[in-house]
């Protein structure tokens, strides 16, 4: 199994013929799986495939985590079944509960790597592939060891109850197993408390998803805490060096260590009951190390099941990285068994009589021998008063018993309980109806759905007083209620996806849907100020951004937009004089109406242009064009043929300013009876000047037909008349000008 490595899950499908689970809403119930197959020390692999522009890209990668609070239910589940069984059927060797416990790891392991198989996510999708399994051989040893352990457990502690060893053995084992408890209550403590600290802080800055998640990882964190405020250090992903309790805040360090010297004292105050107080259990240089080395231990194991290792490989990245604390988490662990030791044998006798009688008798609950509270600080009996006192003829335990509570006593103590609770639970209500109103009603997120919803229901001044545009006041045309209330297909909802809160910043990732299209979109925003005393006062600094692009005609950039005359400043020039303009505008459909024309000139038919959420996606431009009518062809003829009608009238050979002319070689005398005649109507057409910006009228393929008599003796005393007749082309253009409703054709 190990050479199969993250590929095991894999092969074991194809071996067996099952059908990986596709991804979806079935990684949903794969992900319990994988959770149990982290609880028992089993890492989670990952592999992907795509295939990318032509190009092949790969990644694997590794996550080893332990969830602590699924292993602790996991032991202790097994533990209660062992002990369960032991006590329904008992066995009589010690050497059959291990073969048994075995079995129970053995039938665990082989189930835990069967579900992973089975439950391993293979999503194939196009080009892309991916692979997520929990199965692998670390995860079979890591649930056989559990099992076996927690089950031999349950079942010693099951088995008919026996006399205590004499020896020296037996009460060295016994001595062992009070120091566990007692490191087991440290931990405990130490964890309940630096936990709850956790919970509150995280569910005031992280809300409900920090609060929910809790259990998968605040243990592991309160851990961490456990093992830099006795003063180890702490890894961390992506940080060069290892972090100290010195490193955070003041506070917090000192908070730490308050707790770490209570949970110290309390502890020593435990083992000093719990492993007996006879002189055996302090005699012997062994004695010094017991509690040590069980801490040791223990530190080690917490840094162990604590720690997480990150590690990934592709085709363009490598990593590889742990967290959690230090290596040498053992040492320092080691150290502080030894002070909590010191502070048993010569601190906890002056403390014990102080305890209440509750407390007595927890601390003294399952000690090995006739351990009894010490009360006499100043003699040895304070060490040994239970078995010495009597030998000595000092007096016993039973006359330095300290004096009970008097019953108003215990009053004012429940008094002062329940007072120091209520302000707990008040605190902790508070700091929860603080976090739920500083990221609902006045969080960041709050802010961007004011926005969404100002774009859903057509309310541009309310979004953009949420978010200002930051551009000039003649371009904020289109930021019109009227015109956006009319804007088809505006946004039809939303979701926040992401919010991110620093300090004074925060990060904001919504999902926009628009026409059944749905965009993620990125709000930063700042602090400013606070509202209503003691909330952040959140601005919304960036966020989307449209426009919707124009081109219009020189000298008219007055449209309509959804129905509404708008006048459209800025822009750039074009070689035409025309102007190119980004007009800003929020997202939805906008129906843009051309300047408005004349009788002549014409600017085009209204255009609909949809402005998407997606910014990527650039609208189309609406191109606004000058153009003639059908009208100025038309009047432009009628003009020409006025013109060219009396041209035809003309008696002479050259009319002036006409198109119709003969040459003449001779004096004008030598020609009389002179007649004009259209015979072709001419072909008129009217196109824009390539001189100016104006118009010219073009007419081709006309003819007329000339007759005249001319004289064609060259006598002077005679004269003979000869009848003339000839045809002739006509091509002439004209200039044509319009002044509003008004056309006029000049002629050369």
Sequence with gaps: MSGAGSDLGQSAQEAIGVDPMESGVGMIFTLPFLLVGMAFLGPVSASGEAGVLGMFLSMRGEVWAVPVLLTVLAALSLWWLGRHFERKAGVVRTSQRWVLAASTGLALAVIAVGLAMLTAVRSEMEAVTLNVDSASAWLFLGAFAIGTVCSVAGRHAGRAKTLPAASAAGQAVVRTAQAVRVFGWHVLAYLTVAGLVLFVAAAVEGGAAAAFTAPLWLPTAAAWAYGTGHLSGLNVFGQPGTMYVFEAGWWQAALLLLLTVLAALAASLLWSQRRGTGRDALAGWHSWLTLPIVFACGGAAVALVTTIVATAAGSFISFSGTMGLAGWTFLVMGIWGGIIEVSARYLAPALAPYAPAKMRGFLTAGAPSGAAMSVDPGTSAALYPAADSAAAGRPGQAENQPTPLSASAKKRLKIAAWSVGAVAVVGIGAGIAYNILATGAYGPQAKVEQYLTALQNGEASTATALLDPNVATAERVLFNDEIFAAAENRITGFSIRDVVTTEDTAM??????????TTPLTFELEQEGRTAVVFKDWRIASGGSWSLPLELPAGRQDIKVNGVAVEIAGGQE?????????????????????????????YGSEQTVRVPVDSSAQPETAVFEQAMTDAVAADAAAQANAYLA????AKE??????????????????YRAISWKLETEPEYDVSRSWLDDGFMLTARNGEVSLNYEENVSFTDDREEWKQQETTRGLLFTGAVSIDGDKLTVTFD
């Design 574 to 602: 074009d070689f035409q004089g025309g102007v190119r303009a980004l007009v800003p505008v929020l997202p939805g459909d906008y129906v843009v109406s051309a300047p408005e024309g004349t009788k002549y000139i014409s």
């Design 646 to 649: 009396k041209c035809i009238e």
């Design 508 to 517: 904001v990732v919504a999902d926009v849907v628009q026409d059944a299209k």
């Design 653 to 670: 050979l050259q009319p002036q300013s006409c198109p119709n002319a003969a040459f003449a070689w001779r004096d004008e005398e030598n």
